[in-house]
């Protein structure tokens, strides 16, 4: 059951109804003592939660030696001796919170509050499974003690009810019509009629007036409209509206009281509203009724009001390939619209509604612009396999929404552009022109000369091989057109190049480069005065916008300023699945292996209920189950230690350290997915033949950086001194790390990766719960989900998911703040899935020069685990002195690297001789790592690398 203490009081508030609290008789909510629960406060207060109880009885109630509990047992509050309450009076607890107040648990969205007597005999008790948008409080309905969401908080007093405070009648001016009828219609938005007798209607000049006569009346709720024949009173004279008012294109409405008080002005517009050029179709009105600024409305008099909406649309979906989920909305309409308060929502508007953040003042879609609400600063809750995505106005109008029943392989987006039907596409576009049609993409253009001249490079970026024939490439000048050859395909992820001579034209200065499918623009490029001094491409490669590269790469994948080069898996290219048949559940997450003199164990984490499991590990990668680990072991924090059917910490990672704990890394409280908590759990994974109560936790989220509730952390990895003393640089030290300076830490220090920003934090996790933060780590993913110490090779492996295609990263520790880095491509074999884990065999599993490798997918029932190869153990161990010269003799390839490519060395550019052309490609997941630009280079038996992340929601 969640916490949920004020300094993360950041919650979800839900829509929910008094029956989703308890309603308990009288008798049953503290009647025979007198004393009852009347109001809490659970969402973060002043000065944070609160209780408050009522003495209902005509006696004083001596609550000494009474309890108040939460849904747990593990913490609770003691009335102190002498603690009374006179009859009739109200006693509020408040949270502790910078020394003050009573009770230290946090009342959770799924919570209750239980109060005993000095016997422990319960005395009172209420619960509910959501926050209130104020407070719960109780209120007598009919003889029953019910309770509901209140008015306004009313601590140590009366509770308020909206029924108990009666708004009473109202009006305003709700819609107008000024052609090519003229009428006005009013609204009372109040809960009684209201007299209107003497209100008076103006235009834009004050000399055109007319009363309501005596004894009109608009009903709580009602319309009424006041049109062109309507009778009332000009001068004491009955007269008919039309007489002394008539509505013109530049106008403006005002009501005013019988005091001639101002009551309500539509302010002035200029042109009679039209849609699509028909007057008597459309008005001016407010929507929802009675609120905000008049806009376009279909016409819909003494009913509600049904405004046009802005002419903005969503346009494409990301919900499962990217670093984030997004959604992107373009504006179709020929004026400016302003997009303050506007939110996106997916399909469960009340249980996130507290998880989308409207957008703030100002904020303005020009005319075929684009705006994309990204994660996490517009929303937090991930879009999922299935799912609705609404676009909301400031007043939660819907303007635009889809429904899809699953992830879109590439993305989902409108094709024509703006107007037509989802499809799944390929290619994504965010924030930009979707590309429709064939999804071949321009990659880089050569426009001042090149070798042998000018020439454009077209890329393929789906996994499928593309058939281009007939695709049509143009200058800016329609007349210079070159249309490819039938029979012509661009294999997945590759190149095609076309010549100067086989294009007919040259390329200018300024020019363009526009690739046409028949008459569809589907890509395009331009460029300025000036030609690039290397060439113009997409930075990065194949996904990103158009810049100068750092080099001319003619049919390979571009090289940006600060990017690190993509190699080939160093193992084998093959993959093989071991969980044909379901294993685990389908949440699976972290890996991690451990050596003992009994053998290899490959330990594996799920994130849904924080179950672990303990597999023998074979030197063919293979597994076998362990007595009593078949449907493994739920992790539980030791707040639910009293609670098996508390939902448990989410799981993301786990590793084991050199004495055989446990650790796994918790990036929320799966009862309260809504706040990041990013918490390091320690079990003895022996302790207990059930669930495992961590023996200690440590709270990593004040020392991480903030992020959203699902983008914490996603990995951790324990590493033993010995392979850090000396290689490690210290942020505390400005120096080589020394174990040391750390007293009470163990003997290794515990990493851990943030999804959000594709960093590494090394931790020393002390005994007393303390944590200290000693390094970061940049290793230049725009995400990690998974970390692994490779003890054959001495060096940090950091694994990206399907958000950036499986990459990993590979970090050789040198003692300074910049680390050796190398990126990998996933194994030719291995699926573009969601790998969550990863893990790396130790030497004494290597058979003929190569061991075990283990990923881990999230979201499969089946077919979690699959296992590939890296080089084994030499006679030279390629990861010893990490900090001296681990580029030595780079060309060699011992480990048998399939691709047989070299890694750049540190220091020098990446050419076409060191870069892998059959890599996959870099996608806009990454992020140019120009600060950490490579001082190292790969070492002699496999090469250097690390990996990167992805979402599940």
Not at 193 to 218: A, C, K, M, V
Not at 515 to 521: N, S
Not at 622 to 648: C, I, T, Y
Not at 695 to 703: K, N, R, V, Y
Request: proline share 5%; glycine share 12%.
């Amino acid at each position: 059951m969640s916490r949920l203490h004020t300094a993360a009081a950041v919650t979800t508030v839900c829509a929910l109804s008094a029956a989703a609290l308890l309603a308990v008789p009288v008798a049953a909510t503290g009647a025979e003592s007198g004393i009852r629960i009347n109001e809490v406060e659970s969402s973060g207060g002043t000065p944070g939660d609160w209780i408050e109880f009522v003495n209902s009885s005509d006696s004083l109630v001596d609550l000494s030696g009474y309890l108040v509990k939460d849904d747990g047992d593990d913490e609770s509050y003691t009335f102190p001796e002498g603690t009374t309450v006179a009859p009739g009076g109200y006693l509020v607890l408040d949270e502790v919170n910078d020394g003050a107040g009573e009770f230290t648990f946090g009342l959770g969205k799924d919570d209750r509050v239980r109060l005993f007597d000095a016997s422990t005999v319960l005395v009172d008790e209420t619960g509910w499974t959501g926050h209130a948008a104020l407070t719960w409080g109780l209120r007598d309905a009919d003889g029953t003690a019910e309770w509901a969401e209140t008015a306004e908080p009313s601590k140590g007093a009366a509770n308020v009810f909206a029924s108990d405070d009666p708004v009473g009648g109202s009006i305003v001016i709700n819609e107008v019509d000024s052609q090519p009828a003229d009428w006005i219609e009013f609204y009372n938005a109040g809960d009684a009629p209201l007299d209107i007798s003497g209100y008076e209607i103006r235009d834009n000049s004050d000399d055109h007036r007319w009363q309501f006569r005596p004894g009109t009346e608009i009903a709580a709720g009602e319309f009424l409209v006041v049109d062109e024949a309507s009778i009332g009173l000009v001068d004491g004279v009955e007269t008919a509206f039309r007489d002394p008012i008539g509505i013109g294109s530049a106008d403006r409405i005002r009501l005013f009281d019988a005091t001639q008080i101002l009551v309500d002005d539509t302010l002035p517009w200029s042109g009679h509203a039209a849609i699509d050029g028909d007057v008597a179709a459309a008005t001016l009105a407010r929507c929802p009724d009675g609120e905000g600024a008049f806009v376009l409305a279909h016409s819909t008099p003494g009913a509600p009001n049904s405004c046009v909406m802005p002419d903005v649309v969503i346009n494409e979906i990301e919900s499962n390939g990217d670093a984030t989920d997004w959604v992107e909305v373009v504006n179709t309409g020929s004026t400016p619209v302003d997009l303050s308060g506007w939110t996106v929502m997916d399909g469960d508007p009340v249980g996130h509604a507290g998880e989308a953040t409207p957008l703030p003042a100002d904020t303005i879609i020009e005319p075929g612009a684009y705006f994309v609400f990204d994660q996490p600063t517009d929303f937090v809750f991930g879009l999922g396999n299935g799912d609705t995505v609404t676009l909301r106005d400031a007043s939660l109008g819907v303007v635009d929404e889809h429904v899809y029943v699953e992830h879109a392989a590439g993305v989902l987006a409108r094709c024509a552009d703006g107007s037509g039907d989802f499809v799944d596409i390929a290619v994504s576009t965010k924030g930009a022109r979707n590309a429709c049609g064939n999804p071949v993409r321009i990659n880089e253009v050569e426009s001042d000369g090149g070798s042998p001249d000018d020439w454009v490079e077209l890329v393929n970026p789906t996994a499928s091989t593309l058939d281009v024939s007939g695709i049509v490439v143009k200058d800016d000048d329609d007349t210079h057109s070159y249309v490819i050859p039938a029979g012509t395909t661009i294999s997945a992820g590759a190149y095609l190049v076309i010549e100067r001579a086989a294009l007919g034209f040259g390329l200018g200065d300024p020019d363009a480069v526009r690739v046409f499918d028949g008459d569809l623009l589907v890509d395009s490029t331009t460029w300025g005065a000036g030609h690039a001094t290397t060439t113009w491409g997409r930075c990065p490669d194949i996904t990103g916008a158009f810049a100068a590269t750092a080099e001319s790469t003619k049919g390979v994948a571009n090289v940006c300023a600060g990017e690190i080069a993509v190699s080939t898996w160093p193992g084998s290219a093959e993959v093989r699945v071991l969980d044909t048949a379901p294993t685990f559940l389908e949440d699976s997450s972290g890996l991690d292996v451990q050596e003992t003199t009994d053998g290899a164990f490959l330990w594996a984490v799920d994130n849904g209920d924080g179950r672990i499991w303990k597999l023998e590990a074979h030197a063919d990668g293979s597994f076998s189950q362990l007595a009593g680990w078949e449907s493994g072991k739920r992790v539980r924090f030791q707040k639910d230690a009293a609670d098996p059917d508390a939902a448990g910490p989410d799981t993301e990672g786990i590793t084991v350290d050199g004495d055989g704990y446990v650790y796994v890394a918790s990036e929320r409280d799966n009862s309260t997915k809504g706040a990041n908590e990013n918490t390091v759990l320690k079990v003895d994974p022996e302790a207990s033949s059930g669930d495992l109560v961590a023996q200690q936790e440590w709270d990593l989220t004040a020392l991480l950086p903030a992020v959203g509730a699902n983008l914490g952390m996603e990995a951790v990895q324990w590493v033993p001194d010995t392979a850090l003393q000396g290689t490690l640089f210290d942020i505390n030290t400005g120096a080589a790390y020394d174990s040391t300076d750390y007293a009470g830490h163990g003997d290794g220090l515990f990493f851990v990766a943030v999804e959000d920003n594709g960093h590494v934090y090394a931790f020393a996790l002390a005994a007393d719960g303390t944590a200290t933060l000693v390094s970061e780590i940049a290793p230049g993913l725009a995400g990690v989900m998974a970390l692994d110490y490779d003890s054959v090779l001495d060096v940090l492996w950091a694994v990206c998911d399907d958000g950036c295609h499986g990459q990993s990263a590979q970090i050789t520790l040198n003692g300074t703040a910049q680390p050796g880095v190398a990126h990998f491509a996933r194994p030719a074999g291995m699926p573009d899935i969601n790998n969550e884990g990863f893990a790396t065999a130790p030497a004494s599993l290597s058979v003929d020069g190569q061991r075990p490798v283990w990923w881990f997918a999230d979201g499969f029932a089946s077919e979690a685990l699959r296992v590939g190869t890296l080089p084994g153990a030499t006679s030279e161990n390629p990861g010893e002195n990490p900090g001296e010269n681990p580029g030595e003799n780079p060309g060699e390839d011992p480990g048998g690297n399939p691709g047989g490519q070299t890694p750049p060395l540190p220091d020098t550019a990446v050419t076409d001789e060191n870069r892998d052309s059959g890599a996959l490609a870099v996608t806009g997941a990454e992020l140019p790592v120009a600060a950490v630009l490579l001082a190292l280079t790969l070492v002699v038996a496999g090469m250097i690398a690390v990996g990167r992340r992805r979402r599940t929601g």
